[in-house]
């Protein structure tokens, strides 16, 4: 009986653990809902992906935090000013782009050793939208990643509406700093870019074929 009691102990608190470990949610997470077109959930990085150059790219709280630091990082080598990233149709000018690993602060004022786990795009050029989760974001969350324990819980809830040109992709994380250095972050496993496909080369002969047919029929137009 002794043994029996110990058996059944045991299997008790080990399903405690599992729900716990279940309802764990990540303290921030970056989301983009995939009933928006051209969004996808890539599974070999495990990040939300937008195809499409406008999306709305939601944030999610367990609770109120100030000074949320988004992310933007561009592919390495290309430089800001080649295309423009808009949230909520203010653009972020290039001036406000550094190279190097996020975070920017005052133990790392020019991005040249930030504590932010690489995503294999760091170093690269990099801006911080700088926002806060207020008791007005309040709304029920849940587990962004896909294939988690379903379920929802109070928490934090903030939408930014994302336009993207000339740039091919960009990498969004979120984290909050804490005396200078990252004390809160979305895990990698909830984060979200841009990453539009790239056009096959048979897609692009074709293209150029029906540019120079349609010149030539325009040409014949104009005479």
């Not at 994302?162 to 895990?187: E, M, Q, R």
């Not at 074709?206 to 349609?214: K, N």
């Amino acid at each position: 009986m002794k043994n029996m009691r110990t058996i059944i102990a045991a299997c008790f608190i080990t399903l405690l653990l599992s729900a716990g470990i279940a309802s764990a949610y990540p303290t921030l997470q970056l989301y983009i809902d995939p009933s928006q077109p051209g969004v996808s959930w890539d599974s070999s990085t495990e990040t939300w992906v937008a195809s499409s150059n406008t999306f709305t790219l939601s944030a999610l709280s367990e609770g109120t935090l100030s000074g949320v630091r988004l992310s933007i990082a561009l592919t390495d080598g290309v430089s800001p000013s080649s295309g423009t990233v808009s949230i909520n149709g203010s653009g972020i000018s290039s001036s406000n782009y550094m190279y190097g690993i996020p975070p920017i602060s005052a133990l790392n004022p020019d991005g040249g050793g930030g504590d932010l786990a690489p995503h294999d795009i760091f170093p690269t050029y990099f801006a911080e939208y700088i926002f806060d989760f207020t008791p007005a974001n309040a709304a029920d969350i849940f587990d962004t990643q896909p294939g988690a324990a379903a379920g929802t819980k109070s928490g934090y809830w903030k939408d930014f509406y994302i336009d993207i040109s000339g740039f091919n992709f960009v990498h969004f994380d979120l984290y909050t700093l804490k005396n200078d250095v990252i004390d809160k972050f979305a895990p990698f496993s909830h984060d979200a870019e841009y990453n539009p496909p790239i056009p096959e080369p048979g897609t692009m002969v074709l293209l150029g074929i029906s540019l120079l047919a349609a010149a030539g029929y325009m040409r014949r137009m104009g005479k």
